[in-house]
């Protein structure tokens, strides 16, 4: 967090009303899981240049505010609303409960990690606390949204999912044609398109010949927004309100968050395809937990010393949780055989591996 | 008790298991007020409501991602391609998101996605194909293909009380063309990834499925006249493949034909093969060898359909030259 000094009062003022119904315990909460995805991110980067980390590591460094946001504004707890995740979204994925310990095992692919060692990073979900990890295949979430969606409808449970599109992302046939049956069928779905302004290293406009997103979804005949990505609490009061909407059985709203993706695609990538300055100037000018913290100082909402303690707390967590699986054994070679069916329930091991 | 198509058998198999499981629902094209393009989900609407039988846009991938997401919290969706070779629309989302949902996240993934296959009904390129092949290389997904009567229903009860994803292919030629009794109300179930003992016979082994399992039959029948004794398996699951059964056949006759209807390169005639010289190459007399399709697109014009599927006489010769070898 930026430190500053308190402005010397000489009249004590009173603090502006929070917005959209949050409470200060609300804010300190959507300022810890801020702080806990940029500080795992962190540590992750540690691991990864200690080849700890298997494979890509891949950062929403400057999503963080609107991927907190969004899912904060959900009702969260066992079977209650759901959202699944892009590799830019681990905030909405810790805001949903999963724990940084099976983020760094996933990366690490232990024994130990939710799916096994199988999967990549943020590619595990958990049904009951309601969150479900993408497939590589962008787009194709969506769909797989959209039906769990309609569960929620065709069962009259009052429960809305949300699904997040980057802007390369809705270039996909199944991102049109989910969010079409998605809109056809009314069913209670937020959609969150992340302008980040990179699909890997294409910019927008070699995407799309429009200027936004909600220009794309404007023939689907369902309500759009448009969002500053950074603004934390201004993305929280978008999505309440379009989860609220779908809640009552109003169909899907598409929400168009502006933000920036300040890495690379992964970790490896040179970024040398950003305009100079680009990357300085966002970070800057635009990080989102900088100016959620200005906000809630500037506006007495809290005070600096409680985001202090948060800080120190979230790395001691960080600290415990590393130490705690870091030496974590790989998955027994043969545990790779089980499980692609319930029945038969594991393939056959092939003849020569037991001559 | 009446004879029934085995396109009403589907029919009776999906309504029953509608009626006995609520979480059982429809979704596809012209599925609801039309009844489907065959005439399959006929009535279900009027029975179950507009809920459980849901007319949706042209968007098969869509329309497999949204089962997909309805089968990982509990329902068991039953998805109609109209055809069945519009489901290569779908191809990704079931090979790279269904497929490997339990694999690589745990996920339950119980749904069916079933539609008329097949050729003989001079569907031109586009409502003639045979998809297994396409879905058999991929773990994950099981594949059923009933070519009776009573398989039609008890494989589509099957497949809907299954654990894991099934692709249910039905063969238009049969769907009115074959005709049986069938217990009135019986729960008529055919366990998944068991072959059928069509034909019992002592000189050779046709292994096959779908629609050829009639033809098959019928060369059977011609080739009974010439005194040939000739053992007919309907494989009837084709993931999880039977392999038991087809090589109880194989050490039986020694001699082994694999007919399909789907084209030759890379169709489900070549693994069966390899799995026979794994498993039983010391019980054979001959070659194993193949009646397909030929590796063309699937053409309209009645003489070249007929020229390029496989045909009951092609059958008949091949069995004959498999014999004198």
Redesign the interface.
């Known amino acids: 967090m930026m430190s500053r000094t308190a402005p010397a009062a000489l009249t004590p003022r009173e603090a502006p009303p929070i917005p959209a119904g949050l409470t200060r315990g609300q804010l300190l909460e959507i300022y810890r899981y801020l702080r806990l995805t940029r500080t795992l991110e962190e540590r992750l980067v540690a691991l990864y240049r200690q080849s700890k980390v298997i494979g890509g590591l891949f950062r929403s460094l400057g999503q963080e505010g609107e991927s907190v946001a969004s899912a904060y504004a959900l009702e969260r707890g066992r079977h209650k609303d759901f959202l699944s995740p892009l590799i830019r979204n681990l905030g909405s994925m810790l805001v949903m409960g999963a724990s940084p310990i099976q983020i760094l095992r996933q990366y690490m692919a232990k024994a130990t990690s939710p ?1 096994g060692g ?2 990549l990073n943020v ?3 958990d ?1 009951e606390l309601g969150y ?2 993408q ?3 962008l787009g ?1 979430m ?11 409808k ?1 069962r009259g449970e009052r429960r809305v999912a949300l699904v997040y599109i980057g802007d390369g992302g809705t270039s996909t ?2 991102f049109h ?2 969010l ?2 998605a809109a ?2 009314r069913v209670p779905l937020v959609v969150i398109g992340e302008y980040n302004h990179w699909a890997y290293s294409t910019p927008p406009e070699k995407q799309f010949a429009v200027r936004h997103l909600v220009d794309r979804v404007r023939g689907y005949g369902i309500p759009t927004s448009t969002v500053d990505g950074n603004d934390v609490l201004a993305v929280y009061a978008e999505t309440r309100g379009a989860a609220e909407r779908a809640r009552r059985g109003e169909g899907v709203q598409f929400i168009e968050v502006k933000t920036y993706r300040r890495t690379g695609h992964a970790e490896h990538d040179d970024q040398h395809y950003v305009p100079a300055g680009e990357l300085e100037r966002w970070a800057r000018d635009n990080d989102p937990i900088d100016r959620y913290v200005l906000r809630l100082l500037d506006n007495d909402w809290v005070q600096a010393r409680e985001l202090a303690d948060i800080d120190a707390r979230v790395r001691a967590e960080i600290d415990a949780a590393t130490d705690a699986c870091v030496d974590d054994p790989p998955p027994q070679p043969e545990s790779a055989l089980p ?6 329930p594991a ?1 056959p091991l092939h ?1 020569y591996r037991s001559l | 008790m009446a004879d029934v198509t085995y396109l009403e058998a589907l029919r009776e198999g999906l309504r029953e298991e509608m009626a006995r499981d609520e979480r059982v ?1 429809i979704l596809g094209e012209d599925v609801g007020l039309y009844g489907g393009a065959f005439k399959v989900t006929e009535g279900l609407m009027e029975q179950f409501g507009e ?2 039988v ?1 007319d ?2 042209i ?1 098969e ?15 068991r ?1 039953v998805v109609e391609m109209q055809f069945i070779d519009f489901i290569s629309c779908a191809y ?2 079931l090979t ?2 269904v497929a ?1 949902a ?7 993934t119980p749904l069916v996605v079933r539609g008329p296959c097949g050729g003989y009904v001079r569907g031109g390129p586009f409502h003639s194909q045979n998809v297994e092949a396409a879905f058999f290389h991929t ?2 997904l ?1 594949i059923v293909y009933p070519a009776t009567v009573a398989d039609a229903k008890g494989l589509i009860k099957s497949a809907i009380r ?3 994803p099934v692709i249910y292919l039905e063969h238009k030629w049969l769907y009115r063309r074959v005709k049986a009794e069938l217990p009135d109300g019986a729960d008529v179930l055919t366990p998944i990834g068991e072959a059928r003992l069509a034909r019992e016979g002592r000189d050779l082994s046709i292994v096959t499925y779908g629609a050829t399992v009639w033809k098959a039959l019928e060369a059977a029948d011609q080739l009974a006249q010439d005194g040939m004794s000739v053992e007919v398996l309907d494989l009837r699951t084709l993931v ?1 493949m039977d392999d038991a059964a087809i090589m109880r056949s194989v050490r039986k006759t020694s001699k082994v034909l694999i007919v399909h209807e789907d084209t030759r390169t890379g169709g489900i005639a070549g693994e069966i093969a390899a799995r026979i010289n ?1 498993q039983a190459f010391e019980w054979l007399d001959s070659p194993i060898m193949r009646v397909t399709a030929h590796d063309v697109p699937l053409p309209y014009a009645p003489t070249l359909e007929d020229f390029v599927l496989p045909q009951t006489e092609d059958i008949v010769k091949a069995a004959r030259w498999l014999a004198k070898y």
């Open positions: 799916s199988r999967e590619h595990f979900g049904l479900l990890g497939i590589s295949h194709d969506i769909p797989v949204l959209a039906g769990i969606a309609l569960t929620f065709l046939g199944t044609e989910g079409n049956l056809v069928q499980g692609v069916y319930a029945d038969p393939a003849w | 629902f809920r459980r849901i949706t846009p968007s991938a869509a329309i497999v991602g949204a089962a997909a997401g309805a089968a990982h919290m509990g329902m969706p990704d989302m790279n998101y490997t339990r694999y690589r996240a745990g996920l339950s773990p994950g099981k299954d654990e894991d999880p794994e």
